[in-house]
């Protein structure tokens, strides 16, 4: 009897083990010459000193350990380095442009991984300016998607910092956001279709351009945010739009963020989807802009004032008439400026160059604060409502747990996004605060999440905030999420460690 | 061994029989009773004459049986609805305001299945003009949310012919169109959370009121769309918009499809998110209009010529500058009217009497039809830049199939969707085509698949799609979408008979 039992213990060993790991090192050297057959010796990285930028996140994080790294040229080889990975039960981490900032895109520790990077994936596939789509692959940048709509005539709407280096498949796979999302909606928002490898290795040819295609369950919704681990997204139809034909920018201080609110609603009211973006900006952020970018000329010509928003307006008719618009509201504004909350400055951009240098300003808040040290960073989101109460009762609870602490608040109030950071004046006490990072982000997020809000507005779980969403998510949505997950990657091999 | 054999198979038996339906009529009793004890015996329906209104589709192309029919007046007593229904094996069939087009909402012959019908979940949980969201339980009227929101000096745009009547649970469940979708989006775009029973009888309280939210699978994505089959959607929050401050809309006759699309174009460029609705019109649904409602003043008003186009703009600016900007816009289009394929005539509505009149015509067009009897209705989306091919290759491959077939084109040019419908003009023909109605299917259906478009647009799968819809998703997509119901729904009691 011991002796069946023991027989079935090492056949449950042997059965775990051919699921989920490579048994011996000559099967890993047989994987691996299998992939180089695939993308070709040049396009399977393995040496250390090849693998290691991608085996760091961007902010520096973490950092992972993996069997190698491969670099399909197009969808048919992704599916084929799939379906090695599935046989020799080696999990897949996709990797875009490696500018997440959640280490979504960072394989484990345990060097099982293999990393497949999607920078070959790099064409544009149609662009079809009567239906407003282009086909786009994984690996284009977001910049390149920019600029080959606009070569269209068209408007490709999203726009985050990292759009140099950052690529479509990531943004998706993150629901990326930016600051237009007020009037064009997140990455989620401007995909039409999509095509990707499934975690069993069938292809899903999803490159739908369509408004409206109501047949099942909605696999796009599903792969859009997912960060990896229910499938790789190949390519991607994105909605564009008419480029706007004139933008105007104004910086307006303000008295409070209730008063930032209040003309946000008297904005949306007199200009609809012609505001598209409004951007709410704290004193002590633009205080470090002023120490570290004093150099610019335009932030001499910024008000002094408590609270600051930049907004901006785009429209399809002329300039002037646009312009002439926001004038007469602006002036309307600055009526009872005090009693509307609006100090009485406001800077409306009279040209294009002074329009880009506002948005540099705000640009800037990450790069000054980055001059000051490390600091502990939170991206919620928030009923836009409840955003004046978040931003009064937050203080007082963490200058408790941490005396003399330092918020910098800023980001998309137009549609209830901020970036919540938090750092010491003194370099020492900084440090010591780095180290409690769980304890200010518990104080952070139990009010977020008592006040409606997502601990995760625009950048994902990733590693991150994997086991720090368990404790807002209910466990009706954690168990059905994980239904999900089992139903589509039963192996567990599609991006392990994130999300769940 | 034969005995153990037989045993097993009686076990089995027992296994099914205990999965997927009640054993005998006491315990239908008991079931029933239970029922009542949740909803009270006066809305526990199970009088055939109660229940006939329910088993009937709006189109009367489907009737089934029900063992009854429960009207819970809270999301807990559907919660607990559920869990009877899933301990008695018992398949649920939600109900709206069983205005679907596709038999969704019809139980099928068996018997089996418990109607859960939404009308006492009717209320307005909360509006927050602040954040332009707004909360409304399952059975909510669509007109009933866009009054509500009116009510509040904000706007709802979801806008459809049975708005009177259809449901918002029903709505999102479908991912209803309509108008609009051009520019405020389907119901899905509208839907920022959900509050859902999940088949396992979990409750979901997904109710976020955020634009930006990443933190998971997106299980509100899942659910839109799904036609009751992942769980039953009890409320929702949905996105409003500022009131629009004026609406100038227009009548122009085009030369071509094509004309009409080149049109579109220059409007979206021109106007971008203002151009809120764009119909296209086909010669003959106008006639048949005008035959049969000659009545109606504004008739006589519309020009002559070959393809027809109502289009609405809406601005958050005074009427007179949109008015004015829609006027200079269109005496531009005017210019080299024939060569811009427009016919010298078009009618801009001065009033906003005549602004619902010239929208009345249009949603005749349904109406006019019906009076020229029974016809097979196609609800299809494609690439707008395809469109104009359709048009052009469908009627020759119809008339090959079908001598003397009418057909009626007409619907949501500016994202892509368009009805169109066969008919005979004599009435025993027509009654011989209607019996062929999977031939001219599958030539409709073939085309449009050819072109990357949808056959089925804004009205879902239902009953009338579901083996339809088998001929033209791959493999690859029909078995992520049985997994996930599987994962969700293992007894496949939600829904059954629909979508999958």
Redesign the interface.
Known sequence: MNEILAGLLWYNLFLMASDMTLINPSETNAFLARLAGIVGAAHLLTDPADLAPSLTDWRGRYTGKALGLARPGNTAEVQAIVRECLAAGVPMTPQGGNTGLCGGATPDASGQALIIQFSRLNRIRSI??????LVAEAGCTLAQIQSAAEAAGQFFPLSLASEGSCQIGGNLS??A?GVQ???Y??A??LALGLEAV?P?G?????L????????????R??L???EGT?GLITAAVLKL??L?KSRVACWLGLTSPAAA?ALL?RT???????LTAFELICPLSLSLVRQHFSHRAQIARIPHAPWHVLCEFS???EESALRE?VERFLAAALENGIENGVTQEIILAQTNAQRQNLWGLRENISEAQKKEGVSIKHDI??????IAEFLERIPPLLAQAFPGIRHIAFG?LG???LHFNLSMPEAEANRRLQTRQPEANRIVHDLVHEL??????????GQL?RDE?RR??????L???S??????DPEGLMNPGK??
């Open positions: 079809d300016a009567v239906n407003h789509a993150t629901n956001g999302v007020l009037r909606g997140t989620r928002d499934l069993n069938e292809l899903w040819e999803g739908k351009a369509l408004r409206k295609n109501n047949t099942g369950y909605d696999l919704h599903l859009i945010g997912a229910l739009f008419p706007p609110i609603e949306q009211a007199a200009f609809d989807a012609q429209s399809s008719d618009r989101a928030l009923p836009i409502s409840r998309h549609d209830g996004n409606g809000g997502s601990i995760s507005a625009e950048h994902g779980l905030k969403i807002y998510k209910s466990p009706a949505e168990a059905a999420m239904a999900i997950k089992q139903a589509l999300v769940l």
